[in-house]
Every structure is written in structure tokens, then in C-alpha cells.
């Protein structure tokens, strides 16, 4: 027994050591007029994606900056917080934890579709607004009244590419490599009816676990195959080796990506390899329009890099915020959350925002391929 | 003179629980979800401390198991509605059926090769947790898993499942300090002891391994299931190498020899992070050169390490000899 | 197709022969697992992009540079995780290279940042033969490793250097009765084994990107290279490798490219069952 008694109090001290370190519980924050407004996001700071939440925090703080100087939201401040997600699914939901009991007014989630799926049960049961940036169409179908989907879904993307393949490029017998992962399998399904759908049906679906390094199988496959063309969704590093690798085994015939394949990311890691690579782009930094011209100026003076998909995709869904903020007046979560639920035809630096029914906000896409270089506009699909 | 201390014991026991108690009223929301993280950690722990630190045999495949009892919960509950309670006990047998499964064909190896062995079991179940979609989700993992309950009664908050895992966490403790004290124990620490003398003192040394594996097995199962309540989802991410290797090495730094080894190694594993937060990047970076810092300066972990300290201040007795070839209990 | 994997896998393979090289002379040095191996490779792979594209130095100076720079990595190595703890239980060196690989991979983070980076290929381009192409750098790759390995055994097996080296793994004590330092013989080990994971890091690096991770599955299958090959054994650990990269390779385009990992771990468990001391190793006797 003796034992047992020191196990016990050495449990007791641990324990009490704890509820020392531990903060005191979160006191309701009340909407008082002279705090800044909390935005907490959602990201990846550390691990593999950690470049991913580097850009997404300068978005995020160009456009909290931008609010601030004209004097905030009715007075009010706002200020971001930001909780690493590590890059997978069990911290994001940490990390979504962590943000909570710090009182945020309003969440940004993260740009990977599994961790957003990860958070929807815990967004519903906080009950507090949260834009994920997530493409996949899984996303609306969870019917999360306070999770809104800041981003195209891939209903209307993997169906214009796979529509640009068919009927543009006029290929017969295309490939599709896919992520296993939540956006990238839905996409592929999309796009493999689609394809159906236009008289020319798919002739190989393969497909790859996310942070697998070597494709040559999987490309082995399509070359064998005959494929006169590739439908592909990875997220950016395989993204870059797949371009990589396809020339490497002598794969000469037009890969059209997903919006990861023209993300600096990729294009930095494969080079010259991604000359040519036609994408469903999210956000083209060298689009004429007004708003996402002086975007591209801004980040581009105050960060001295080029702005790219992470970055604006995070700018849009606090612009988002701000417009809810604004319209409801309050910080009162189920104002913000009708707002956000109301706003329609938002012009943003990537897309044009209508929240429908299921919450799900991007409205088109653009096709892109990349020329030289450079990012050269294809055509604009308006999904909706 | 028993009764007394019994009864002394009864009374702490009480006031321990009491003070765990009353713990959770004064920390935040966030605070007590990586509390009750570590006391399934804690759990997963005790699985290795039984098939490792009594019966020293290695095994990696601890986050595989751990995951398969949060699978069989998680697809139970989700796909066929089972009672929580059910899902609960499916999934300790379940995985303790499949570790026996396993013991049964690699106990055939000795020393090192049986580890090495289980590192490719937890490769694998990962594998399959993560490509089997039609049962497993795939990449997606599963959602929506209902709380648990038993009837109509629901844990719905953080502090109710911060008293349920309590409640198995120190239910299974008991088992295992019982197991620890017990004729079966004494044949499992003979093994990790002295493979062939225990064989030669008439102990079956495959069958009685497999034992300690079941036993461990139904650990990880009990506390797989658990994290699938309290997470209400499962994903692929969550179980595999590195995590059993972090129960290893937090069995490590708190020792091997008694079961508050596994309490002071989780704790200190799981909290340093959460004390340490300043620290951000550096963290992990921290947190290596630790570990080796204390293998060199404590071979025997924490609480072996305390106890050479102690004998050495207090009693005196330091010998050159009690840091070297101290734990050499003839493994490997 | 067949013939553009085997060549594939064939240079995968011999990569994981080399790490896996470098975990058995570990394991015949000290008796101890080396769970770092992987992470060493990393650290060549960061050196090198250090040494070839930040300073600019011609791609094959700066394979020797790395490989002498890996060598020290190595010994520093030994000095901090295996020498301190040589006399104590083996399970206590294995925890000491798991904090040692989880230290270099932050450290590795740290210096060279979160995001992936490119390295120019030793021989760019693309070789082609007939319906078959494939990168110039797995063809180097299968050349440089076979000529370092080549090298080793040679050095172990014929030169007196080796021999001393050979003595000291197989008792240590003795060795140190005829006059052997065993610190030296031990730390030059290790120096070996670094280097050629170094090696090994530096010939993918312009393959796969270098990035903190790239060491964690490739030390695993090199691991199970070891495994299979048979603990203790060189050759059986080069034959290993090869033997898992054509598993991989081929199990991802045959079977199931999503499978592939598990696939290699499942085959080292049918290996272990059916022959547990691996193809190559010697029976072991167990050691009481």
C-alpha cells in the first residue's frame, strides 16, 4: 500500500501543478466598444505547410492593417491571434481549441480540406463564425451554420477543368493522378464525371498518399497508358515533383493542375519543368482587375515578394469578416453570422463572394497556364 | 496495523480523489482538453509499461493498436449505431483479439527482431487506416462520433470526459499495479529478466509474453476508444511511428521500474510544451537534446535516477559502478 | 515500363542500401540501433544545397566537401549520443538517437527554414533509351553509391585499418588489452556511417527536394532494408535496400500505388516470420 500512497500524492502534486499553470477559465467576452475585435486564425506555423501559413499570416495582416489605419470597424481595432495547426488534422483541432478559449470573435481556418472536416463539429458546438479555406465540396454538405466556405468549391473548378480538356484542348483520353485526400479525391470525382459526361470517359485514375515523394509508378502508368493529357490534385511540394518527375520519364502532353500547380510553392520547386502546366488558378496576381491589381501592389511593397494564393485567399476571408463586422454593427456572434450568411456578389482579390444555402462563398475560377514564366489568363469560369 | 494503514491509504485515497476532483472547476476549457489527452496518453503508456517495462519486449506498435481502438469505436458508433458503452468494450476485446493475433506470430522472434517486427505492424495498420476508405474513411478519417453515454445519459462537456478518463485512468493503473504484484507479473518481469532461466523455473515463456501483449493490447484499445469519444473524430494522422516512439521515450525519461515512471514521463511530456510556450519554435528543438541530456546524465529515467541520488546524498553509498551497466538487465 | 521501374527502384534501392550500410556498422560498432540514420541523410542533403547553391561551389567539389563534412557530423555524433552511454543498456542509446534525430530535425528547420528547396541535379538532364528515359541523377546515383560502398567493403575487409576496426566490434574489451583505442575505432565508425547516409542525402536531394522530413521514411525502409538483409550484415544490408526498392517501386505500380509503404512493411514482417534472423544474418545464439 505504500506504494501506492506515494503514487497517489506525487499524482495529487502533478495534477496541482498543472491547475497552477493552467490560465483561468475564458470570461465571456462582452462586446465592449473599446477592445479591438478578435480574429484568431488557424494555421500552420511549424512542420511541412509551415511556408503555406507564413503567406497566409501576411494576408491576413495587410488586410487587418488596411482596416486599422482607416480607423477600424466603427471605431473599433482589430487584431489577429494566430495557433499553429502543425500542419495536420489533430493539431488544427488543437489549435481551434486553443483559439476558442481566447475569445475570438471570429475563427479563420486553415486552407487544407481534411483539417477544415477535422474542425466542423467543433465550429458548430462553439458557435462562433468560422471561414475555412478549403475547396472541397464536402465542405457545404456538412451544412455547419457557422462555417463558411471562403473559396470555390470544387464543384465548379474540377468541372472547368475538366470541361477546358474535353472541349478547348480537345483531348480524348485523359489521365487523372490524385491526392487521396478529401479535396483532391472529391475533385477527381468531379471531373471523372464530367468527363464522362462530355463522351470522353477517363482512361486511368490513379492516385497517391499526401507527402509521397516518388510518382514514378503512378506516371509509369499514365505514360503506359497512352493518355494524351493529365487531370491532377495535389497539394503544392507534390505538386512541383509531379511536374518534375513527368518530365523526367518523358511525359510530353498537357498537364492541367489543380490550383496548387502555378502556386509559387510548386513552380519554385520544379522550374523549368513547370513550363507550360495549365491551372484552375483561385487567384492570378497578374489579373487586370482594379482590386486585385492594388492587392498585388501592396503585398508586394510591403512584404518585397510577389503575393500569392495562401496570401490572398486569407486577405479575401478577413475582408469577409470586416464586411460582416460592418453590416452587423456588433461583434454579436449570431449577428456576424447572418451578416456573413447575407453578404452577395463581394467583390474580392481572387473571386466574387455569394454565400449560398450551404454557406459556400466563391463563385468562379479562372484557367491559367503558365507561359514563360508567366501567369497568362486562359479564360474566366463563372460558376454561378 | 494493517487495518490502520488501510485505512490511512482509504483516507488519502479519498482526499486525492477529492482534490482531482475539484482540479478541473479552475482551469481553462483549453487546459483541460490537454489534460485529458494526457491521461489517454498516460494510458497508452501503461500499455507499454506492461509489455515493455515488466516483460521487456519492445513494441512500436502501440499508436497502431491505439488507433485500431479508436477505428472500431469510431465505425461502430458511426456506421451501425452501436451503444458507446458496447462500442467501448467491442473495441478493448477487438484489440486485444488482434494483438493476440500478432503476438502469436512474432513471439516466434527474440530480443530486438520482435521490436523490429512491430515497427512494421504499426506501418502497417497505419497504411491500412489510412487507404481502406470504405471502412476507414481513408484520408478523410471518420466524423461525427456521437459522445459517450450509457442510456440516455451523455458526456457532453470536456470536464465530463476529464472524469471519465480519470475514472479508467486510475481503474487501470490498479490493474496494472496489480498485475505488477502478482505471481503473473513476477513471470513477466522473470522474462525481461532472464529469458532462459525464467524457462528453466517452468515459466512459459511464449505463452506468458503473449499474456503481457494481450493485456497491453486491451490497454491501447480501451484508450483508442476513448480518444474517438472525446475527439468525435479519427483520422490516420494521429497514429503512427512517432507516436509509439514518443511513449517510449516518455516511459524512458520516468522509468521503468515502477508505475510512477509512466505518471511522472507523460506528465512532464505532455505539459513541457504547454509551459514552455515562449520558447515556440525552439520547442521541439529543446525538447531533443533534452531527451539525450537525460539518457546520459539518467540512464534509469527520472525516478531511477532520483533514487541513485538519493542513495548517494543521503545514504552515502555512491559507487562509480551505479551509473554504468546499472539497467543492464540482459535485453538485447 | 517494367524496364523504366527496375531502373527506378534500382537507384532507390541502392540509396536505402546505404543508409541501411550505415546502420549495420553502427550496430557492429556499439551493438546499438541507430535511429537517426535518416536524419542524418537529411543533414547531407541540407549540406549540400548549403555547399552547392548558397555558396555556389562545382556540384562535384562539393560532394567530397560534404561527404568530409558529413564525416565530422558523424563523429560529433558519436561523441554526443552513443559515447557517454556506451556501457549502459542498449534501449537507453536507442532513446538517446531518437532525441538526437528530433533535435536535428528542428535544427535542420531552424537554419534552412520550413519550405522545400531545390537542388541542381550532379548531371542534368534526361538519358534516354529507346521507349525508357530516366533522369542522368539516378544513373549517377546507382554509380557514386556503388563505387562508395565498393570502397568500404574493401576498406573493411582488406586493409589493416579495417581489421582494427573489425576487432574492436567484436570485443571491445579485447581490443583494448592489445593496445586499440576503442574510441577511435568507434568514432571513425561512425564517421563511415554518416558519411555515406551524407552521401546517400546529397544523391536525392536534387531528386526529391530537400525538406526536414525527407529523412523520416527513408531511415524506415532503410530500416526495414536492414531487417530483411539480416542485422549485421553488409551485404545482406545493400541486397536489403535493393530489395526494397524494387518492392516499393513495383508494389506501387502492380498492386496499389497507395498501398506501397504498407506493402514494404508488410513484406518485412513475412520476411521475419519466415526467416528471423533476416536473408544474410547469422543465426543468433541469445545472448543471457
Given at each position: 500500500?505504500?506504494?501506492?500512497?506515494?503514487?497517489?500524492v506525487?499524482s495529487?502534486?502533478?495534477?496541482?501543478v498543472?491547475?497552477?499553470?493552467?490560465?483561468?477559465?475564458?470570461?465571456?467576452?462582452?462586446?465592449?466598444?473599446?477592445?479591438?475585435?478578435?480574429?484568431?486564425?488557424?494555421?500552420?506555423?511549424?512542420?511541412?505547410?509551415?511556408?503555406?501559413?507564413?503567406?497566409?499570416k501576411n494576408g491576413?495582416?495587410?488586410?487587418?492593417?488596411?482596416?486599422?489605419?482607416?480607423?477600424?470597424?466603427?471605431g473599433?481595432?482589430?487584431?489577429?491571434?494566430?495557433e499553429?495547426?502543425?500542419?495536420?488534422?489533430?493539431?488544427?483541432?488543437?489549435?481551434?481549441?486553443?483559439?476558442?478559449?481566447?475569445?475570438?470573435?471570429?475563427?479563420?481556418?486553415?486552407?487544407?480540406?481534411?483539417?477544415?472536416?477535422?474542425l466542423?463539429?467543433?465550429?458548430?458546438?462553439?458557435?462562433?463564425?468560422?471561414?475555412?479555406?478549403?475547396?472541397?465540396n464536402?465542405?457545404?454538405?456538412?451544412?455547419?451554420?457557422?462555417?463558411?466556405?471562403?473559396?470555390?468549391?470544387?464543384?465548379?473548378?474540377?468541372?472547368?477543368?475538366?470541361?477546358?480538356?474535353?472541349?478547348?484542348?480537345?483531348?480524348?483520353?485523359?489521365?487523372?493522378?490524385?491526392?487521396?485526400?478529401?479535396?483532391?479525391?472529391?475533385?477527381?470525382?468531379?471531373?471523372?464525371?464530367?468527363?464522362?459526361?462530355?463522351?470522353?470517359?477517363?482512361?486511368?485514375?490513379?492516385?497517391?498518399?499526401?507527402?509521397?515523394?516518388?510518382?514514378?509508378?503512378?506516371?509509369?502508368?499514365?505514360k503506359?497508358?497512352?493518355?494524351?493529357?493529365?487531370?491532377?490534385?495535389?497539394?503544392?511540394?507534390?505538386?512541383?515533383?509531379?511536374?518534375?518527375?513527368?518530365k523526367?520519364?518523358?511525359?510530353?502532353?498537357?498537364?492541367?493542375?489543380?490550383?496548387?500547380?502555378?502556386?509559387?510553392?510548386?513552380?519554385?520547386?520544379?522550374?523549368?519543368?513547370?513550363e507550360?502546366?495549365?491551372?484552375?488558378?483561385?487567384?492570378?496576381?497578374t489579373?487586370?482587375?482594379?482590386?486585385?491589381a492594388?492587392?498585388?501592389?501592396?503585398?508586394?511593397?510591403?512584404y518585397?515578394?510577389?503575393?500569392?494564393?495562401?496570401?490572398?485567399m486569407?486577405?479575401?476571408?478577413?475582408s469577409?469578416a470586416?464586411?460582416?463586422?460592418?453590416?452587423?454593427?456588433?461583434?454579436?456572434?449570431?449577428?456576424?453570422?447572418?451578416?456573413?450568411?447575407?453578404?452577395?456578389?463581394?467583390?474580392?482579390?481572387?473571386?466574387?463572394?455569394?454565400?449560398?444555402k450551404?454557406?459556400?462563398?466563391?463563385?468562379?475560377?479562372?484557367?491559367?497556364?503558365?507561359?514563360?514564366?508567366?501567369?497568362?489568363?486562359?479564360?474566366?469560369?463563372?460558376?454561378? | 496495523?494493517?487495518?490502520?494503514k488501510?485505512?490511512?491509504?482509504?483516507?488519502?485515497?479519498?482526499?486525492?480523489?477529492?482534490?482531482?476532483?475539484?482540479?478541473?472547476?479552475?482551469?481553462?476549457?483549453?487546459?483541460?482538453?490537454?489534460?485529458?489527452?494526457?491521461l489517454?496518453?498516460?494510458?497508452?503508456?501503461?500499455?507499454?509499461?506492461?509489455?515493455?517495462?515488466?516483460?521487456?519486449?519492445?513494441?512500436?506498435?502501440?499508436?497502431?493498436?491505439w488507433?485500431?481502438?479508436a477505428?472500431?469505436?469510431?465505425?461502430?458508433?458511426?456506421?451501425?449505431?452501436?451503444?458507446?458503452?458496447?462500442?467501448?468494450?467491442?473495441?478493448?476485446?477487438?484489440?486485444?483479439?488482434f494483438?493476440?493475433?500478432?503476438?502469436?506470430?512474432?513471439?516466434?522472434?527474440h530480443?530486438?527482431?520482435?521490436?523490429?517486427?512491430?515497427?512494421?505492424?504499426?506501418m502497417?495498420?497505419?497504411?491500412?487506416?489510412?487507404?481502406?476508405?470504405?471502412?476507414?474513411?481513408?484520408?478523410?478519417?471518420?466524423?461525427?462520433?456521437?459522445?459517450?453515454?450509457?442510456?440516455?445519459?451523455?458526456?457532453?462537456?470536456?470536464?465530463?470526459?476529464?472524469?471519465?478518463?480519470l475514472?479508467?485512468?486510475?481503474?487501470?493503473?490498479?490493474?496494472?499495479?496489480?498485475?505488477?504484484?502478482?505471481?503473473?507479473?513476477?513471470?513477466?518481469?522473470?522474462i525481461?529478466?532472464?529469458?532462459?532461466?525464467?524457462?528453466?523455473?517452468?515459466?512459459?515463456?511464449?505463452?506468458?509474453?503473449?499474456?503481457?501483449?494481450?493485456i497491453?493490447?486491451?490497454?491501447?484499445?480501451?484508450?483508442?476508444?476513448?480518444?474517438?469519444?472525446l475527439?468525435?473524430?479519427?483520422?490516420?494522422?494521429?497514429?503512427?511511428?512517432?507516436?509509439?516512439v514518443?511513449?517510449?521515450?516518455?516511459?524512458?525519461?520516468?522509468?521503468?521500474?515502477?508505475?510512477?515512471?509512466?505518471?511522472?514521463?507523460?506528465?512532464?511530456?505532455?505539459?513541457?510544451p504547454?509551459?514552455?510556450?515562449p520558447l515556440?519554435?525552439?520547442?521541439?528543438?529543446?525538447?531533443?537534446i533534452?531527451?539525450?541530456?537525460?539518457?546520459?546524465?539518467m540512464?534509469?529515467?527520472?525516478?531511477?535516477?532520483?533514487?541513485?541520488?538519493?542513495?548517494?546524498?543521503?545514504?552515502?553509498?555512491?559507487?562509480?559502478?551505479?551509473?554504468?551497466?546499472?539497467?543492464?538487465?540482459?535485453?538485447g | 515500363m517494367?524496364?523504366?521501374?527496375?531502373?527506378?527502384?534500382?537507384?532507390?534501392?541502392?540509396?536505402?542500401?546505404?543508409v541501411?550500410m550505415?546502420?549495420?556498422?553502427?550496430?557492429?560498432?556499439?551493438?546499438?540501433?541507430?535511429?537517426?540514420?535518416?536524419?542524418?541523410?537529411?543533414?547531407?542533403?541540407?549540406?549540400?544545397?548549403?555547399?552547392?547553391?548558397?555558396?555556389?561551389?562545382?556540384?562535384?567539389?562539393?560532394?567530397?566537401?560534404?561527404?568530409?563534412?558529413?564525416?565530422?557530423v558523424?563523429?560529433?555524433?558519436?561523441?554526443?549520443?552513443?559515447?557517454p552511454?556506451?556501457?549502459?543498456?542498449d534501449?537507453?542509446?536507442?532513446?538517446?538517437?531518437?532525441?538526437?534525430?528530433?533535435?536535428?530535425?528542428?535544427?535542420?528547420?531552424?537554419?534552412?527554414?520550413?519550405?522545400?528547396l531545390?537542388?541542381?541535379?550532379?548531371?542534368d538532364?534526361?538519358?534516354?533509351?529507346?521507349?525508357?528515359?530516366?533522369?542522368?541523377?539516378?544513373?549517377?546515383?546507382?554509380?557514386?553509391?556503388?563505387?562508395?560502398?565498393?570502397?568500404?567493403?574493401?576498406?573493411?575487409?582488406?586493409?589493416?585499418?579495417?581489421?582494427?576496426?573489425?576487432?574492436?566490434?567484436?570485443?571491445?574489451?579485447?581490443?583494448?588489452?592489445?593496445?586499440?583505442?576503442?574510441?577511435?575505432?568507434?568514432?571513425?565508425t561512425?564517421?563511415?556511417?554518416?558519411?555515406?547516409a551524407?552521401v546517400?542525402?546529397?544523391?536525392?536531394?536534387?531528386?526529391?527536394?530537400?525538406t526536414?522530413t525527407?529523412?523520416?521514411?527513408?531511415?524506415?525502409?532503410?530500416?526495414?532494408?536492414v531487417?530483411?538483409?539480416?542485422?549485421?550484415?553488409v551485404?545482406?544490408?545493400?541486397?536489403?535496400?535493393?530489395?526494397?526498392?524494387?518492392?516499393?517501386?513495383?508494389?506501387?505500380?502492380?498492386i496499389?500505388?497507395?498501398?506501397?509503404?504498407?506493402?514494404?512493411?508488410?513484406?518485412?514482417i513475412?520476411?521475419?516470420?519466415?526467416?528471423?534472423?533476416g536473408?544474410?544474418?547469422?543465426?543468433?545464439?541469445?545472448?543471457?
Amino acid at each position: 500500500m505504500k506504494k501506492w500512497l506515494i503514487i497517489l500524492v506525487v499524482s495529487m502534486f502533478v495534477l496541482s501543478v498543472i491547475a497552477g499553470c493552467g490560465s483561468s477559465p475564458a470570461s465571456k467576452p462582452a462586446d465592449d466598444k473599446s477592445k479591438p475585435i478578435k480574429i484568431g486564425v488557424v494555421t500552420s506555423l511549424t512542420g511541412e505547410r509551415a511556408l503555406t501559413g507564413q503567406y497566409s499570416k501576411n494576408g491576413i495582416l495587410l488586410a487587418i492593417d488596411e482596416v486599422n489605419a482607416k480607423g477600424g470597424i466603427n471605431g473599433r481595432k482589430i487584431e489577429a491571434f494566430f495557433e499553429d495547426d502543425g500542419g495536420n488534422e489533430p493539431g488544427a483541432v488543437n489549435a481551434f481549441n486553443k483559439v476558442v478559449n481566447s475569445g475570438a470573435d471570429l475563427i479563420i481556418g486553415p486552407i487544407y480540406s481534411n483539417m477544415d472536416m477535422a474542425l466542423s463539429p467543433g465550429i458548430k458546438k462553439a458557435e462562433i463564425p468560422t471561414m475555412v479555406i478549403g475547396s472541397s465540396n464536402d465542405l457545404g454538405k456538412q451544412q455547419n451554420p457557422w462555417m463558411f466556405q471562403s473559396r470555390t468549391a470544387d464543384a465548379i473548378s474540377a468541372a472547368a477543368i475538366a470541361n477546358y480538356a474535353s472541349k478547348n484542348l480537345k483531348l480524348k483520353k485523359v489521365a487523372l493522378l490524385h491526392d487521396t485526400d478529401n479535396f483532391a479525391t472529391g475533385a477527381a470525382t468531379v471531373a471523372e464525371k464530367t468527363l464522362t459526361d462530355n463522351g470522353t470517359p477517363a482512361v486511368l485514375r490513379e492516385s497517391y498518399n499526401s507527402g509521397d515523394k516518388d510518382f514514378t509508378p503512378q506516371l509509369a502508368k499514365i505514360k503506359a497508358s497512352g493518355a494524351d493529357g493529365i487531370l491532377a490534385w495535389s497539394q503544392m511540394v507534390e505538386a512541383g515533383l509531379i511536374m518534375k518527375q513527368m518530365k523526367a520519364l518523358d511525359i510530353n502532353v498537357p498537364l492541367i493542375g489543380s490550383n496548387s500547380y502555378i502556386t509559387k510553392i510548386a513552380t519554385d520547386l520544379a522550374k523549368a519543368n513547370a513550363e507550360g502546366v495549365y491551372s484552375v488558378a483561385d487567384y492570378v496576381h497578374t489579373s487586370p482587375l482594379p482590386k486585385t491589381a492594388e492587392f498585388a501592389r501592396k503585398y508586394k511593397e510591403k512584404y518585397k515578394i510577389e503575393s500569392e494564393f495562401n496570401a490572398a485567399m486569407n486577405y479575401d476571408a478577413v475582408s469577409l469578416a470586416i464586411e460582416a463586422f460592418t453590416k452587423a454593427g456588433s461583434t454579436d456572434k449570431n449577428k456576424v453570422r447572418e451578416a456573413l450568411a447575407g453578404i452577395k456578389d463581394y467583390v474580392g482579390v481572387a473571386t466574387t463572394y455569394t454565400f449560398d444555402k450551404n454557406n459556400v462563398g466563391g463563385t468562379g475560377s479562372t484557367i491559367v497556364q503558365l507561359k514563360n514564366n508567366v501567369l497568362t489568363v486562359i479564360e474566366s469560369v463563372k460558376g454561378r | 496495523m494493517i487495518a490502520k494503514k488501510k485505512l490511512i491509504a482509504l483516507l488519502l485515497l479519498l482526499a486525492g480523489l477529492t482534490l482531482a476532483a475539484l482540479l478541473p472547476l479552475g482551469i481553462s476549457n483549453y487546459m483541460l482538453r490537454v489534460i485529458d489527452m494526457m491521461l489517454i496518453t498516460y494510458v497508452c503508456v501503461l500499455s507499454l509499461f506492461v509489455i515493455f517495462g515488466m516483460t521487456g519486449q519492445m513494441s512500436f506498435a502501440q499508436a497502431g493498436y491505439w488507433g485500431l481502438g479508436a477505428y472500431i469505436t469510431a465505425i461502430l458508433t458511426t456506421k451501425f449505431g452501436v451503444a458507446p458503452l458496447l462500442a467501448l468494450l467491442v473495441s478493448a476485446l477487438g484489440t486485444g483479439l488482434f494483438v493476440a493475433l500478432v503476438g502469436m506470430a512474432l513471439f516466434r522472434l527474440h530480443g530486438h527482431y520482435f521490436g523490429f517486427a512491430t515497427i512494421g505492424v504499426v506501418m502497417t495498420l497505419n497504411g491500412i487506416f489510412q487507404n481502406w476508405t470504405p471502412v476507414t474513411g481513408g484520408a478523410n478519417g471518420i466524423g461525427n462520433i456521437p459522445p459517450f453515454g450509457i442510456g440516455g445519459w451523455h458526456i457532453t462537456s470536456d470536464l465530463g470526459y476529464f472524469y471519465l478518463l480519470l475514472f479508467f485512468a486510475v481503474a487501470i493503473s490498479l490493474v496494472t499495479e496489480w498485475i505488477h504484484r502478482s505471481a503473473l507479473g513476477r513471470s513477466f518481469m522473470a522474462i525481461r529478466d532472464n529469458e532462459i532461466a525464467a524457462k528453466c523455473m517452468g515459466v512459459n515463456s511464449y505463452f506468458t509474453k503473449n499474456v503481457a501483449y494481450v493485456i497491453s493490447g486491451v490497454y491501447c484499445g480501451i484508450a483508442g476508444s476513448l480518444f474517438a469519444f472525446l475527439s468525435s473524430y479519427t483520422s490516420a494522422t494521429s497514429f503512427v511511428f512517432p507516436q509509439s516512439v514518443l511513449y517510449l521515450v516518455m516511459l524512458m525519461l520516468g522509468g521503468y521500474n515502477s508505475l510512477l515512471g509512466p505518471i511522472i514521463g507523460t506528465v512532464l511530456l505532455i505539459m513541457l510544451p504547454e509551459w514552455f510556450r515562449p520558447l515556440q519554435e525552439y520547442i521541439l528543438l529543446v525538447y531533443g537534446i533534452g531527451v539525450i541530456l537525460l539518457m546520459v546524465v539518467m540512464p534509469d529515467g527520472l525516478i531511477g535516477g532520483g533514487k541513485k541520488l538519493y542513495a548517494c546524498v543521503v545514504r552515502k553509498k555512491c559507487q562509480p559502478d551505479d551509473f554504468d551497466k546499472s539497467a543492464d538487465n540482459g535485453i538485447g | 515500363m517494367a524496364l523504366q521501374l527496375l531502373i527506378t527502384s534500382l537507384a532507390m534501392g541502392i540509396v536505402y542500401g546505404m543508409v541501411a550500410m550505415g546502420m549495420v556498422l553502427i550496430w557492429r560498432a556499439g551493438g546499438i540501433v541507430n535511429f537517426a540514420q535518416g536524419e542524418l541523410l537529411m543533414a547531407g542533403a541540407f549540406i549540400s544545397y548549403t555547399l552547392a547553391e548558397t555558396m555556389g561551389i562545382p556540384v562535384w567539389i562539393a560532394l567530397v566537401a560534404c561527404a568530409v563534412i558529413m564525416g565530422l557530423v558523424g563523429v560529433v555524433f558519436h561523441f554526443i549520443t552513443y559515447w557517454p552511454l556506451r556501457n549502459s543498456w542498449d534501449i537507453t542509446v536507442i532513446i538517446s538517437t531518437i532525441g538526437a534525430s528530433i533535435a536535428m530535425k528542428e535544427a535542420a528547420t531552424l537554419i534552412w527554414g520550413p519550405a522545400p528547396l531545390s537542388v541542381e541535379p550532379l548531371v542534368d538532364g534526361v538519358a534516354r533509351f529507346s521507349n525508357v528515359s530516366i533522369e542522368w541523377q539516378f544513373i549517377v546515383t546507382i554509380g557514386v553509391s556503388a563505387v562508395l560502398m565498393a570502397g568500404i567493403f574493401y576498406l573493411l575487409e582488406r586493409t589493416f585499418l579495417g581489421h582494427i576496426l573489425q576487432a574492436t566490434v567484436q570485443d571491445q574489451y579485447a581490443a583494448s588489452l592489445i593496445g586499440i583505442p576503442v574510441i577511435v575505432a568507434t568514432s571513425l565508425t561512425f564517421a563511415i556511417s554518416a558519411l555515406i547516409a551524407g552521401v546517400g542525402g546529397m544523391l536525392l536531394a536534387p531528386v526529391f527536394f530537400v525538406t526536414s522530413t525527407m529523412g523520416g521514411i527513408t531511415g524506415l525502409k532503410a530500416f526495414a532494408a536492414v531487417v530483411i538483409g539480416g542485422f549485421g550484415s553488409v551485404h545482406g544490408a545493400i541486397i536489403g535496400g535493393i530489395i526494397v526498392g524494387f518492392v516499393d517501386t513495383f508494389s506501387g505500380a502492380y498492386i496499389s500505388s497507395t498501398y506501397r509503404d504498407a506493402i514494404v512493411f508488410m513484406f518485412l514482417i513475412v520476411v521475419l516470420v519466415i526467416r528471423p534472423q533476416g536473408l544474410f544474418g547469422e543465426k543468433i545464439a541469445e545472448k543471457v
